[in-house]
Structure formats: C-alpha cells, structure tokens
C-alpha cells in the first residue's frame, strides 16, 4: 500500500515554470513506478509522465515532451515534476500516481493523491 499527497500546485503565467512534488509512503515505494495525470474541467484524467522504479526509464505525452521532466528521490520518498513553457492548456489538476503501469500507449495507476490545482492564465 502506497499513499501519496501532491504539493506545489498554484497559479504562473504562461511561459513560466512550476514545480510539483509527490511526497509517498509505504516501504514498497522504490519498486513502484511513478508518474503524473491531470484533468482539465470537462476533460478526462489523462497520462502526463511516468518514470520507472530506478528512474532509468521516463515516459511523456506528447503534449508536454520538451516542457516537463520527471524525477525521484527513492530516498527520500520523493517524485517531482519540472513544468516549463507552460501554457494555459496546461490548466489541470495534477495528480500523483504510484504503481503506474503501461498498456502500450495507455497508462494506468493503482494508487492516486488527491490532486493540485494548476492554473496558467495567458
């Protein structure tokens, strides 16, 4: 079992930066890969990025490839996403998610926070 709560959500104008961070728990965290969706109002959740268990591996939609990076900290129970050059349709809440796992283009998680709002006014 792995809980996880989001930080640093808030409001940027667009072209700027924001940083996120997941803070987890539970002693499995390491052998989790970890990842990052949002909704929009009206939109469905979808996939942002992912990064396996030893960060060897990341994972990006296509909409934000070249704008956001993805990290952990296995030590410190940490994973963060790097979000640049955002744009207002980057308007979301974020959710942190742990055990993510692909299905070809389709992720899926089994362990959600309860989400940060991000919002980008133009």
């Known amino acids: 079992q792995v809980q996880v709560v989001e930080s640093g959500g808030g409001l940027v104008q667009a072209g700027g930066s924001l940083r996120l961070s997941c803070a987890a728990s539970?002693?499995?965290?390491?052998?989790?890969?970890m990842g990052w969706f949002r909704q929009a109002p009206g939109k469905e959740r979808e996939f942002v990025a992912a990064?396996?268990?030893?960060?060897?591996?990341?994972y990006f939609a296509d909409s934000v490839k070249g704008r956001f990076t993805i990290s952990r900290d296995n030590a410190k129970n940490r994973v963060y996403l790097q979000m640049n050059s955002l744009k207002p349709e980057d308007t979301a809440v974020y959710y942190c998610?742990?055990?993510?796992?692909?299905?070809?283009?389709?992720?899926?998680?089994?362990?959600w926070g309860q989400g940060t709002q991000v919002t980008v006014s133009s």
């Open positions: 998610a742990a055990d993510v796992q692909r299905f070809g283009t389709n992720y899926r998680a089994n362990y």
């Open positions: 990064i396996t268990w030893s960060g060897g591996y990341e």
């Open positions: 539970g002693r499995t965290f390491s052998g989790y890969a």
